[in-house]
């Protein structure tokens, strides 16, 4: 039983069962359709749909030199943070994220003056000893 061909036309309620459980030979036309609307589906679908959006890092260091760094740090991250504490800050989440020991020296903030708002902030460091 289980090596007769399966019919080529089937009741509406037989045609759902068979495209779940993908019960179509292999080069027939209800193949390439079934291949054709995965297809579909995989490059026609919106990202949005599944909140499957890349989300850039928080935390990037710019630029090293020998005995001083640059990092990024998003605005999320310290714009709560009072300006005194900004930089006590900085270094505890360089250290959380990186796990490298560096003294941060500053924080500045980086603004969209067109905007008036902070982007971000530009932490200098020097490397603890």
Do not use: C
Not at 24 to 32: G, I, P, V
Not at 54 to 69: C, E, F, H, R, T
């Amino acid at each position: 039983m289980a090596d007769q061909p399966i019919a080529n036309s089937t009741p509406a309620g037989s045609l759902g069962r068979r495209l779940i459980f993908w019960d179509f030979a292999r080069a027939s036309w209800q193949y390439d359709v079934v291949v054709g609307l995965i297809l579909v589906f995989i490059f026609a679908t919106p990202r949005d749909w599944f909140r499957d959006q890349p989300k850039a890092s928080s935390i990037i260091l710019m630029s090293s030199q020998p005995g001083s760094n640059r990092v990024f740090i998003a605005t999320d991250l310290l714009e709560t943070v009072p300006q005194a504490e900004r930089a006590r800050r900085a270094q505890l989440l360089i250290h959380q994220r990186t796990g490298k020991t560096w003294h941060v020296a500053r924080v500045e903030p980086i603004g969209d003056e067109a905007a008036h708002e902070v982007k971000g902030f530009i932490a200098y460091t020097d490397q603890a000893q």
